[in-house]
């Protein structure tokens, strides 16, 4: 009896000893390749990981982009009317440009009083912007309300020079929306900012760092009136400006359409400055800009 269990626990072993030699060989092997082929393969991945950093292997970057003037807003009764207005043509892309500004003499001027004035009533203007962190700058300046990035701050620069915000340190060199909404000229807790469609808590951030004076002309990077300007240094799409306070869920919308989306409530919509390859206005109200300096229309940027 004895025999027979070590012959069978012997053919057993017998049976066992070729698949873990085979086991053995195997591991060895995937060991040796690793060994072998390892390194290039972590520098193959890292080399993926900064191409996609730097934007060039960024899926959004692929995405179809809407050439110049693709996107409209169509008015029968020509500017200034709201008759059976409509939005046409290829709409909701990515902008194949976005407009450059080079915090040094860039801007864009435009002479249109009835976007420049608020009258017992709202405005509301809307862009995305990638700020270069430079303090001291302004994405726009207007007759009656401007924004500004002062002491670490981007905010309303009031009639007076203070400015109320909230804190820039986390707003440079990325891609934000920022809708603000400004009450018949006054400043302070009238106003709204929001930040990627988030409504912002204001404070005081500092004292008279602007003081201008009246001006028919909107300009898009620095302020008319001021003698140093406070050009921007970054890049601006997408601008829109109502005659109206947007409700945060408009607001909410526009950011979630991106860089590329068209406006809402047209019958409010009195400008559209899209800055993809120009500086014309697509409201159909025919507030076109004119391009002053370092301005350039940029197609390698990387979306958000």
């Not at 970057?61 to 809407?66: E, G, R």
Request: overall charge neutral.
């Amino acid at each position: 009896m004895k025999n027979k269990v070590k012959k069978v626990l012997k053919e057993d072993d017998e049976e066992k000893d070729p698949l873990f030699n085979e086991i053995k060989i195997r591991s060895q092997a995937a060991m040796e390749y690793l060994m072998t082929y390892g390194w290039a393969i972590l520098i193959i991945a890292l080399a993926l990981g900064v191409l996609y950093s730097l934007g060039i292997l960024n899926p959004k970057n692929l995405a179809p982009k809407a050439p110049p003037g693709s996107c409209y807003v169509y008015r029968p009764g020509g500017p200034g009317t709201t008759d059976y207005i409509s939005l046409v043509g290829t709409c909701g892309y990515l902008p194949m440009y976005v407009a450059s500004f080079n915090g040094v003499n860039g801007y864009i001027s435009i002479n249109a009083p009835q976007v420049n004035t608020v009258s017992g009533g709202y405005n509301t203007v809307t862009f995305w912007m990638y700020w270069n962190g430079v303090s001291g700058q302004m994405p726009f300046g207007f007759n009656l309300y401007d924004l500004y990035f002062a002491c670490s701050c981007l905010g309303f620069n009031t009639a007076n020079g203070d400015v109320y915000g909230v804190s820039s340190s986390n707003l440079a060199k990325k891609w934000i929306f920022v809708a603000a909404v400004f009450y018949n000229g006054n400043y302070g807790g009238n106003n709204k900012l929001y930040i990627n469609g988030v409504s912002q808590t204001l404070s005081q951030c500092c004292g008279s760092p602007v003081s201008r004076s009246a001006t028919t002309n909107l300009q898009i990077s620095g302020l008319p009136t001021d003698t140093n300007h406070y050009f921007f240094n970054g890049s601006i799409t997408n601008v829109q400006i109502y005659n109206t306070a947007l409700t945060p869920q408009e607001i909410q919308y526009l950011y979630q359409q991106g860089l590329g989306g068209g406006p809402v409530r047209l019958q409010n919509l009195v400008a559209w400055w899209p800055l993809n390859g120009d500086a014309k206005d697509y409201s159909g109200n025919n507030n076109h800009g004119t391009i002053y300096g370092g301005v350039t229309f940029v197609q390698n940027y990387n979306p958000p």
